[in-house]
């Protein structure tokens, strides 16, 4: 942004006369245009900058000319500027950058800059910018961002007492176990394996990529690989199959992961240590249609002896977990009845910026 006279046409690199010269009309435009313009010779130094910019910078336009305007750089963003635009200039293309300019207050505001070549048969002519204030918009990128670390923070802090707290329920639930009739023994032992399947299940969530949005495949696959090893490792499979993919909220990630590992308990309840299990789950994500889930469960061989005094309350188990993320739920997890799960539509998200009577 440049040296030569700004109220006067100025010469193209051979001496003629260029056919971008700033003629009084296009000045007097710019001078009432609410945006702050400016304009450079072919060498990159500044020519003119228009009224908008002298109110923001409280300088005058003498002063901003040539590398002047350079003067109110904010010192971390010299450097950086200085290169994308010498970069830039030497190949003559469009550049973006943003950048601090010092106010007339002494405030430094964010500005985004956008440059462009005025090129005439072949001939550089320099470039004709302008800028745009988006320090709010960066001050509220920045909040987001500490939000987010805020965020991620407490979550995991809560995890870390969460986890802490089921071991705990864990090593109750044992000893209690192991204190019960030999008769009883089978239900203190089902209800520490769910306890650790709780477990399991808010570990692979607070290990999601993205916390507020997970993706279910993934997350699901995760989640299976470990309910396969967590009990009667080796005689479990979990598969995952379908088309599509889809992107849910904690509370839905959640209430399926208690699901999926109600059904593994529930096969694993039902059927002697020596059988192996298999679960598989379906995912159908189609373009624009609601997610389903389909569930199938089976062995293929008798039932456990001696496992009367384990209650059966999976039924029971899921329909509460579904209600609790209005998830809709029917079948039995047979071939011939698989367990249907209709996720909800995914709740339109409402800025906190907003007024409730817009929302």
Known sequence: MGADTPMSGHAGPDGAQSPFDLGDGFRRFADHVPLMMWRTDHAGRSTYHNECWLQFTGRPLADEIGDGWRRGLHPDDFERHARIVAEAL????????EFRL???DGAYRWLLDTGRPLEENGVFHGYLGSCFDITDR?????????????????LAEIYHRVRNNLQV??????????AAPENCRGSFDALGQRVRAIALVQQHLHEAPHIASIDLRDYLHRLASGLGQLRRAG?????????GTS????????????????????????????????????????????????????SGEAAAEGRDCVPKLGPRLIAAYASQAEIAVS????????????????????????????R
């Open 102 to 104: 010092r106010r007339h």
């Open 169 to 178: 329920m864990v090593s109750l639930i044992g000893l209690y176990g192991r």
């Open 331 to 358: 079948g039995t997890a047979t071939a011939e009845d698989p367990l249907l799960l209709h996720l909800p539509e995914p709740r339109a998200y409402v800025p906190p910026s907003l007024p409730p009577a817009l």
């Open 90 to 97: 030497e190949s003559r293309l469009p550049f973006t950058v």
């Open 247 to 298: 992107l849910v909220e904690p509370r839905t990630a959640n209430a399926l992961g208690m699901i999926v590992a109600e059904v593994v308990a529930e096969c694993l309840d039902a059927t002697t240590e020596a059988v192996t299990c298999s679960i598989v789950i379906r995912i159908d994500a189609g373009i624009g249609a609601p997610v389903t889930l389909s569930i199938v469960s089976g």
């Open 138 to 154: 960066k001050n509220a990128e920045e909040h987001a961002e500490r939000a987010l670390i805020e965020k991620e923070t407490l």
């Open 235 to 243: 005689r479990i499979g979990v598969a995952v199959e379908g088309k």
